[in-house]
């Protein structure tokens, strides 16, 4: 199993940008589609985003189209959540998840490996 870690969150106010980056172990992540999760406090975990391991093929949440972007770079392992305009309902743990699916799945129970979250602020 491809193992995962994120990184990149902090404390930002309100339309500020941050950029999250899930790191992956060996040249098995390539093939991987790469999922962002989030779990708001008090809240269920909700699908971000997600990207084929081709890069061809990108899912996003209505609640962040067009302010996040999913991208990655296979030659350094690695899956970027670039997140613009930022609301304090942003505010969460973000995780990043592997699925071995062609097209991004938007549930969880699809994704096989998980990295350990990174908390993410936004204040008003």
């Known amino acids: 199993q491809v193992q995962l870690v994120e990184s990149g969150g902090g404390l930002v106010q309100a339309g500020g940008s941050l950029r999250l980056s899930c790191a992956g172990s060996g040249r098995i992540f390539r093939s991987y589609t790469i999922g962002w999760f989030r779990q708001p406090p008090g809240k269920e975990r909700e699908f971000v985003a997600g990207l084929s391991w081709s890069g061809d093929s990108a899912n996003y949440a209505d609640s962040v189209q067009g302010r996040f972007t999913i991208s990655r770079d296979n030659a350094e392992n690695t899956v970027y959540l670039q997140m613009n305009g930022l609301k304090p309902e942003d505010t969460a743990v973000y995780y990043c998840?592997?699925?071995?699916?062609?097209?991004?799945?938007?549930?969880?129970?699809?994704?096989?490996?998980w990295g350990q979250g990174t908390q993410v602020t936004v204040s008003s």
């Open positions: 998840a592997a699925a071995p699916y062609g097209i991004p799945p938007k549930t969880s129970v699809h994704y096989v490996s």
